[in-house]
């Protein structure tokens, strides 16, 4: 059966640029301007407070790991905060020395990772329908794990650091997106797969992109009636099944066709239309581009 997560991650294949290693001492509180790209932090030891506009104030600590998946305007702070420095992320994203926060001399009270995710695809749109403003995963001993091993890549720099740090970034984002199916997801996929009758119809339409199906085949996989799985899912998920189906297979057309190895006749078929024609103007009205265009001309990933 497919796995929707795993196809998800698929399609983004992140990395991660880590902009620095973060530390700071005594009081202190640092604003920052809104990035507008993903962005995580991996707190390694210590605590500190973590202030998203338009969202609660979290405490973090060690082992914590945040994703801000648009990045708006924060504040991260000590426990007992100082008047804020104001910094912009873009001057600071992609330096090589650490950064210190307050007291600039001493061991550190907290030790953080910062960074940003890159995606090898032009529309990272899909990561952003998928999650809530702010993801904070704590007590998990996977995370904590893979957070050790981020940290070790990162200080390190072994042979190999890039590849690792970018499939260990693939399982944070998997993590992340896990910790979020049991209800803290908008109305999308991950809340889908947190209620178990609608995510065995998920995992069907995922695993068999090319059958033909019908709502009245998903309802009895879901074992629910018509009307009850229909308005289950549009609830849940946000749109209604056979919409949910066709974006999804736009979004694998997309890929293919950016990998540009199958013609656009394979393409159709691959996401289930067996006339090239209907799938070009489903594409051209889903995308605003037809088939054959968007293959040459896709936008490159920033």
């Excluded at 009205?285 to 936008?299: C, D, E």
Aim: aromatic fraction near 8%; hydrophobic fraction near 45%.
């Amino acid at each position: 059966m497919g796995d929707p997560l795993s196809e998800v991650v698929r399609l983004l294949r992140p990395r991660a640029v880590f902009a620095n290693v973060i530390s700071g001492k005594g009081h202190w509180a640092v604003r920052y301007s809104e990035f507008g790209q993903p962005s995580f932090c991996i707190m390694l030891e210590g605590h500190c407070q973590l202030a998203v506009d338009g969202h609660a104030s979290v405490a973090l600590a060690a082992g914590d790991f945040v994703l801000l998946p648009t990045t708006p305007a924060f504040t991260i702070s000590s426990p007992v905060p100082a008047p804020p420095v104001h910094l912009d992320p873009f001057a600071v994203a992609g330096g090589k020395a650490e950064v210190r926060y307050g007291e600039q001399s001493g061991p550190a009270d907290m030790r953080s990772l910062g960074g940003s995710f890159v995606f090898d695809r032009a529309d990272t749109g899909l990561l952003v329908s998928l999650l809530p403003r702010v993801v904070h995963v704590q007590g998990s001993q996977r995370l904590s794990q893979l957070v050790r091993m981020v940290g070790e890549e990162t200080c390190e720099e072994q042979p190999g650091s890039e590849f690792m740090r970018s499939r260990l970034v693939e399982m944070l984002l998997v993590e992340a997106m896990r910790s979020t199916t049991a209800g803290g997801a908008p109305p999308g996929l991950l809340r889908g797969l947190g209620d178990d009758r609608l995510a065995i119809a998920l995992k069907r339409m995922h695993a068999q992109l090319d059958r033909a199906w019908t709502v009245d085949q998903l309802a009895k996989a879901a074992a629910l009636s018509r009307s009850s799985f229909f308005e289950r899912f549009s609830r849940t998920v946000g749109v209604a099944p056979m919409a949910y189906l066709l974006g999804w297979r736009m979004e694998v057309a997309k890929d293919l066709l950016r990998n540009g190895e199958m013609s656009v006749a394979e393409v159709a078929e691959r996401v289930g239309y067996g006339s090239t024609s209907t799938f070009s103007v489903a594409f051209s009205r889903h995308v605003g581009l037809a088939p054959s265009r968007y293959g040459r001309g896709a936008p490159a990933a920033e």
